[in-house]
């Protein structure tokens, strides 16, 4: 059982090159989330999804995007990368009945964008 | 929106000491999730409360809800290095979770 599993683990972009980070989860979890989180910051909602063909905005959706196609994956899109966007991206997954189990997160994706 | 507030942002305690953490937040709390973080890796998920009063324990961690919910607080007994890490409290927010700042703590041996 793998749980979530991101990648890539590191990366450096450059200003103005999109990337998508991959996120996976073998737990058949109906929610999934993407959050950064920046030094002293927490973390912060990107975007989440209740289901396949479902996704919502969370705190910070701009400059990002999100597909939900199948109940395992949610790869989160960043188009036309800024310096601003240098964060770790965390993915997570819960089932939709069970609240009390907390979310399963993945490893993260540091991102540097120079 | 919610808001959740931890302190101290940061603690170092010698090791064997005790410590506690708190997480106050601007709205009734219908559930606080506790997670730590090691440096470089995702969150674990601690424990989780639900009911004003409540109280939790996990091996020498310790966490309660007050009976107002809007306010918990994290109790490491007798800590050791394997305790360092961050410590963020997480807030059930319809079909999210909204975060804390998190208190990064450092235990000397």
């Known amino acids: 059982n793998a749980g979530v599993t991101q990648t890539p683990k590191f990366r450096i972009l450059k200003i103005g090159q999109s990337m998508t980070l991959q996120c996976t989860q073998d737990m058949n979890h109906n929610y999934m989330y993407w959050y950064r989180q920046d030094p002293g910051m927490g973390l912060k909602l990107i975007y989440y999804s209740v289901g396949a063909g479902i996704t919502d905005k969370g705190e910070v959706p701009n400059g990002y995007n999100v597909s939900r196609s199948t109940t395992e994956d949610f790869p989160l899109r960043l188009e036309l990368a800024a310096p601003s966007q240098t964060s770790v991206y965390f993915c997570a997954s819960r089932r939709r009945d069970r609240g009390s189990e907390g979310y399963t997160f993945g490893s993260g994706t540091r991102l540097t964008v120079v | 929106s919610q808001e959740l507030e931890q302190s101290p942002q940061s603690l170092i305690v010698q090791e064997g000491k005790n410590l506690t953490i708190n997480c106050t937040s601007s709205k009734t709390l219908y559930g606080l999730y506790w997670y730590k973080q090691k440096y470089g890796e995702g969150l674990i998920f601690l424990m989780m409360?639900?009911?004003?009063?409540e109280e939790k324990s996990h091996e020498k961690i310790t966490a309660k809800l007050d009976e107002k919910k809007q306010q918990s607080s994290l109790h490491i007994t007798a800590s050791q290095p394997s305790h360092a890490g961050i410590y963020l409290c997480g807030a059930a927010n319809n079909n999210d979770m909204r975060f804390g700042a998190g208190t990064r703590l450092t235990v000397k041996p």
């Open positions: 409360l639900q009911k004003g009063g």
